[in-house]
């Protein structure tokens, strides 16, 4: 099956309690101690991506902001960090969500590295500037399997918005 031979569904609109609850999720996970291990995802990261590509109106970059102020909070990081980070990531997700969901999932999984290496990369940037040392390229890693981690993300999270594939003649939806 081809891009063009996908059958194109309409999905229901996006619960807002679910969105909050997806991000309370990849909050939870992010500040689990596992979080110096190499390799591991950026879940807020990802998460906040998929959100502003397919919610460009109900996300924000204040709303990011937020959530890496919470992180540097809780994570004992430099203040601003993951804030700075996570707000220009949610502008270039949001700024390039229509070109992303043109792609199949794998292009879009691309993009979404991208996304999350410039994240990685700025979040680095501050870190060094105050005088960290370079933590070695393998800190890039989390970047390539959170992109990995794009084409599950994009199942599970549109789960709930998906029509059933058998209509019912006497429900409205």
């Not at 309690?17 to 950026?42: C, E, I, K, S, Y």
Request: net charge positive; with cysteine.
């Amino acid at each position: 099956m081809s891009f063009d031979d996908r059958p194109q569904r309409i999905l229901l609109p996006v619960n807002p309690l679910f969105v909050g609850m997806t991000l309370l999720f990849a909050l939870l996970f992010n500040l689990m101690p596992w979080r110096d291990t190499t390799g591991l995802p950026d879940l807020v990261a990802l998460i906040l991506t998929f959100w502003c590509v397919r919610e460009p109106r109900k996300m924000g970059i204040g709303f990011a902001w937020v959530l890496g102020l919470l992180i540097d909070a809780a994570d004992g990081a430099l203040l601003g960090q993951h804030a700075f980070a996570y707000s220009a990531l949610a502008f270039g997700a949001m700024g390039l969500s229509r070109r992303i969901l043109w792609f199949p999932l794998w292009q879009q999984a691309t993009h979404v590295f991208l996304l999350l290496f410039m994240t990685q990369f700025l979040m680095l940037a501050v870190r060094m500037a105050s005088g960290a040392s370079f933590p070695g390229v393998l800190y890039f890693l989390g970047s390539i399997i959170a992109a990995a981690l794009w084409p599950i993300a994009n199942v599970v999270l549109l789960a709930p918005q998906r029509r059933p594939e058998n209509v019912d003649e006497n429900r409205p939806l």
